[in-house]
């Protein structure tokens, strides 16, 4: 049966809210759009498949004045929500204090109307050049740590996410979205079971959106870890080259990067439903993967007829 879930972005004005969205809508060409962004008024909405669900999702314009409709008008808004992706911009430490009152007016809402609201908030504007920034890595920790004391009756995923970026946005939504179905959890052992039979570095599976449906990576060092995001970005563009030529002769491509990784990407039909997986490895283990292949596309499979 096909569910319609309600999703709600929120957080202040500026934090990126609708750029986390239209990043979404455009992964292969979006940064020029960002700029063009305006503040947005009121409520916009998205629309999005991902597997059996629909989502909407309620992008909250976060200036004061919606705001405060909101707050006064939180049955109307805040009704019925399945997921609240609550954006903290993390270059504007300023308006931490501001942004937590916002989250604790809808958090008070969700308590007072006993609604059970899982929570990912995102540290958002974690540009790639700031990681390991030490004054905002302290920022995070100091942020989640207030959050997680205030509301322990809440069940909230912790995310760092970047427009220039793109995965971690995908992951955002990913995680998100997972926290729906059971048969997620089932999913991600087999990756983690199969990691270590192909010997790899990671393993990912996408829907035909180039949502990451379940991804597992294996202990690596932070220069490879680099690279393979380098090398799954490449795989999200293939595959979208894949989807659009639905006569694209072939259901996978291989590629080689720097001679030290090999990279696998492998498209699989099922019904009329589209995923692509994703793996990398050691170019000296590439046989046990190309080897094992079939066989874990086999026990995928099952796994996902499920979720379709
Ligand atoms: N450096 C950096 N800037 C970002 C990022 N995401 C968004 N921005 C910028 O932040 C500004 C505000 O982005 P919006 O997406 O319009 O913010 P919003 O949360 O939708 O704001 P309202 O609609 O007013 O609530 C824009 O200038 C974006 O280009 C990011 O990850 N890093
Ligand atoms: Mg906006």
Same mark, same amino acid.
């Given at each position: 049966?096909?569910?319609?879930?309600?999703?709600?972005? =929120?957080?202040?004005?500026?934090?990126?809210?609708?750029? +986390?969205?239209?990043?979404?809508? !455009?992964?292969?060409?979006? #940064? !020029?759009?960002?700029? #063009?962004?305006?503040?947005?008024?009121?409520?916009?909405?998205?629309?999005?498949?991902?597997?059996?669900?629909?989502?909407?999702?309620?992008?909250?314009?976060?200036?004061?004045?919606?705001?405060?409709?909101?707050?006064?008008?939180?049955?109307?808004?805040?009704?019925?929500?399945?997921?609240?992706?609550?954006?903290?911009?993390?270059?504007? *430490?300023?308006?931490?204090?501001?942004?937590?009152?916002?989250?604790?007016?809808?958090?008070?809402?969700?308590?007072?109307?006993?609604?059970?609201?899982?929570?990912?908030?995102?540290?958002? !504007?974690?540009?790639?050049?700031?990681?390991?920034?030490?004054?905002?890595? @302290?920022?995070?920790?100091?942020?989640?740590?207030?959050?997680?004391?205030?509301?322990?009756?809440?069940?909230?995923?912790?995310? #760092?996410?970047?427009?220039?970026?793109?995965?971690?946005?995908?992951?955002?939504?990913?995680?998100?979205?997972?926290?729906?179905?059971?048969?997620?959890?089932?999913?991600?052992?087999?990756?983690?079971?199969?990691?270590?039979?192909? @010997?790899? #570095?990671?393993?990912?599976?996408?829907?035909?959106?180039?949502?990451?449906?379940?991804?597992?990576?294996?202990?690596?060092? *932070?220069?490879?870890?680099?690279?393979?995001?380098?090398?799954?970005?490449?795989?999200?563009?293939?595959?979208?080259?894949?989807?659009?030529? =639905?006569?694209?002769?072939?259901?996978?491509?291989?590629?080689?990067?720097?001679?030290?990784?090999?990279?696998?990407?492998?498209?699989?039909?099922?019904?009329?439903?589209?995923?692509?997986?994703?793996?990398?490895?050691?170019?000296?283990?590439?046989?046990?993967?190309? +080897?094992?292949? *079939?066989?874990?596309?086999?026990?995928?499979?099952?796994?996902? !007829?499920?979720?379709?």
């Amino acid at each position: 049966m096909e569910n319609l879930l309600k999703i709600i972005i =929120s957080g202040l004005d500026n934090a990126g809210k609708t750029s +986390i969205l239209t990043a979404l809508d !455009k992964k292969y060409d979006f #940064q !020029k759009d960002i700029v #063009q962004l305006k503040p947005t008024i009121r409520v916009e909405y998205h629309k999005m498949n991902f597997l059996k669900n629909n989502s909407i999702f309620w992008d909250m314009g976060g200036q004061d004045q919606y705001r405060d409709i909101y707050i006064n008008y939180q049955d109307v808004y805040f009704d019925a929500t399945d997921l609240l992706i609550y954006v903290i911009d993390i270059q504007d *430490p300023e308006r931490f204090e501001n942004s937590l009152e916002y989250l604790d007016a809808i958090l008070t809402f969700f308590t007072e109307s006993k609604m059970d609201v899982p929570l990912i908030i995102t540290f958002h !504007k974690y540009d790639p050049d700031l990681r390991g920034n030490e004054e905002i890595l @302290k920022d995070i920790d100091e942020l989640r740590t207030r959050i997680l004391d205030n509301y322990s009756n809440f069940k909230i995923l912790f995310q #760092q996410t970047s427009i220039y970026d793109i995965i971690s946005i995908v992951q955002l939504v990913s995680y998100g979205l997972s926290v729906f179905d059971e048969k997620f959890f089932e999913l991600s052992e087999l990756l983690e079971n199969y990691i270590e039979v192909f @010997k790899s #570095q990671a393993l990912l599976v996408f829907d035909r959106n180039g949502i990451i449906i379940s991804e597992y990576y294996s202990d690596i060092e *932070p220069e490879v870890y680099v690279e393979l995001l380098e090398s799954i970005k490449e795989h999200l563009f293939l595959l979208k080259r894949m989807e659009e030529e =639905s006569t694209y002769e072939y259901d996978h491509d291989i590629s080689s990067i720097e001679h030290t990784l090999f990279s696998y990407l492998h498209r699989l039909n099922l019904g009329s439903e589209l995923f692509f997986i994703s793996a990398v490895t050691k170019e000296s283990q590439k046989d046990d993967l190309l +080897i094992n292949f *079939p066989e874990f596309l086999e026990d995928l499979t099952q796994i996902l !007829k499920e979720l379709i």
